[in-house]
């Protein structure tokens, strides 16, 4: 099923032509309503919307990221120099959780939450969801921005359950009871549901649950950690994208499994830069790179050209699905990158090659860099913990090693560690720990 077939099957070039007018439609209103990106954009030499061109000169204007946005922020005005709506014009205020100081707030309009909540609807639409079937959200989404995506359970006709995080007792009641046909949350806490359901003596491959949406952090899209929540859970895993700045659940994977669809196209253009350079990287078939998103149609405090820290690879082949959007699939985020003589390598790329190893390891990996830093000397300390019952064993740590280095071309310290010795997450796990 496809919510909106006159938008999601419309060829790309037809999309890329419509998004053109819309795009210049939205550089008009920042000349016009935003301090920040007419300083910016003026500084850049850019002295006006005509100036600037359209979509095929996008990436000729600078890029935005959350630091200096957050730099403008001032007692007055605590969304920034980047708002462009008037405060009777806000229907929503939305914060990001804080955990670097002071939260952010992100305002909407009417219109900037309508399309919100109509992205992330054909993003679960197209995870096989259903009006009808029953979904229980493991979200705190209250005050966050993926209070909007949750708003698109009610659009679609679907019971929505919310029991959120901290109650993996309570979670797993509501599945036994309810018998929802799908759940919502992190890929961390799907698979350490799978552990605490085996302790309890719980089977969850019985329940009712045949949908497992996953989202909020990379690996969803793993194919030997998707394959174990698959396992554990005996459902199919889809995973979904977005960035509270932009938008929630900008991008949304079908039942096919080969990536995740901009479901918010229209909404939202999507390019690639090198993360290094800021240069552009062509948005085509096996590129990868850092996303950057632009607004096409927001009201509020639009962004311009804003750097995700999110590293895709890029899928534009044709779906058996329908849908005409570009794919993605997240490797990483580059935040979380380090270096080890010259090679990029991402903790959830390390978890994926390590997970392969199951059922010798528990899938529970964390890698800790010596030296502060994103460039490290090898060998990179990783820290790998066993499966239940299992003993450590060299042979087994030398195998890890090896492969590691075959596939991400980085040298590593493996240290074995006992079944439990992780830190286990009802949210987002830690994978690095400088």
Same mark, same amino acid.
């Given at each position: 099923m496809i919510l909106a077939p006159e938008v999601e099957t419309r060829p790309w070039a037809d999309q890329l032509v419509l998004d053109d007018a819309s795009y210049r439609a939205q550089l008009a209103y920042l000349f016009e309503r935003s301090s920040f990106y007419r300083q910016k954009l003026g500084e850049a030499g850019i002295a006006s919307p005509a100036d600037a061109g359209g979509l095929a000169a996008i990436a000729q204007l600078p890029v935005s990221d959350k630091q200096e946005l957050r730099a403008t922020c001032t007692a007055e005005n605590p969304f920034g120099a980047h708002v462009c709506a008037d405060r009777s014009e806000i229907v929503r205020v939305y914060s990001t959780s804080g955990t670097t100081g002071i939260p952010s707030y992100i305002p909407l309009t009417a219109g900037d939450l309508d399309n919100w909540v109509t992205a992330s609807a054909r993003s679960y639409v197209a995870s096989g969801l259903a009006a009808g079937e029953w979904i229980v959200s493991t979200y705190n989404a209250g005050p966050f921005v993926a209070g909007a995506a949750l708003a698109a359970f009610d659009r679609l006709g679907v019971c929505h359950i919310p029991v959120g995080t901290g109650n993996a007792e309570r979670l797993l009641l509501a599945i036994d009871r309810l018998r929802p046909d799908a759940t919502a949350l992190t890929p961390s806490y799907a698979a350490y549901l799978i552990e605490r359901a085996a302790e309890r003596d719980v089977d969850l491959r019985g329940s009712s649950v045949r949908r497992v949406l996953v989202a909020g952090e990379p690996?969803?899209?793993?194919?030997?950690?998707?394959?174990?929540?698959?396992?554990?859970?005996?459902?199919?895993?889809?995973?979904? +994208?977005?960035?509270?700045?932009?938008?929630?659940?900008l991008w949304g994977e079908c039942e096919q499994q080969r990536g995740m669809h901009l479901g918010a196209r229209g909404f939202v253009h999507a390019e690639l830069i090198d993360p290094d350079t800021e240069g552009g990287v062509e948005f085509v078939d096996g590129a990868t790179g850092e996303l950057v998103l632009t607004h096409l149609q927001h009201r509020a405090a639009p962004l311009l050209r804003f750097r995700t820290r999110d590293h895709v690879e890029v899928r534009t082949g044709p779906c058996a699905c329908?849908?005409?959007?570009?794919?993605?699939?997240?490797?990483?985020?580059?935040?979380? +990158?380090?270096?080890?003589?010259?090679?990029?390598?991402?903790?959830?790329?390390?978890?994926?090659?390590?997970?392969?190893?199951?059922?010798?390891?528990?899938?529970?990996?964390?890698?800790?860099?010596?030296?502060?830093?994103?460039?490290?000397?090898?060998?990179?300390?990783?820290?790998?913990?066993?499966?239940?019952?299992?003993?450590?064993?060299p042979v087994l740590a030398d195998s890890i090693r090896e492969q590691l280095r075959n596939v991400l071309v980085v040298q590593t310290q493996i240290e074995l560690v006992p079944w439990g010795s992780l830190h286990r997450s009802e949210y987002k796990s830690k994978l690095l720990e400088r």
């Open positions: 690996g969803g899209g793993e194919p030997a950690f998707r394959a174990r929540i698959e396992a554990g859970w005996g459902a199919r895993v889809t995973e979904a +994208m977005g960035i509270g700045d932009i938008g929630v659940s329908g849908r005409t959007s570009p794919r993605v699939r997240c490797i990483g985020r580059t935040d979380d +990158m380090v270096i080890v003589r010259g090679v990029n390598v991402f903790p959830s790329a390390v978890r994926e090659v390590i997970s392969a190893f199951a059922p010798e390891v528990s899938g529970h990996i964390l890698v800790k860099p010596p030296a502060p830093g994103v460039k490290q000397e090898p060998p990179l300390p990783v820290i790998v913990e066993l499966a239940q019952h299992r003993a450590a064993d």
